[in-house]
């Protein structure tokens, strides 16, 4: 299996100012990239979304498809 990625760590707000959505988002996607070396088939399913939603947000924050 994938294994499950843990948000709750990397999506704790730092020094008690909460996290905005987007970055949250960023930070999900970093976590589940990272639990799938990369791969983001397995990086979407993990998130729950289709692969072209994470290449078009990953498109979004500067980062090539």
């Not at 949250?24 to 976590?31: L, S």
């Not at 983001?40 to 998130?47: G, I």
Request: glycine fraction near 12%; charge should be positive.
């Amino acid at each position: 299996g994938l294994g499950v990625a843990t948000p709750s760590a990397p999506m704790a707000a730092v020094e008690g100012v909460p996290v905005t959505l987007a970055e949250a988002e960023r930070r999900a996607i970093a976590v589940a990239l990272g639990a799938t070396g990369g791969n983001r088939s397995q990086a979407a399913t993990l998130l729950g979304i289709a692969r072209s939603t994470l290449n078009e947000k990953l498109r979004r924050e500067g980062s090539p498809a």
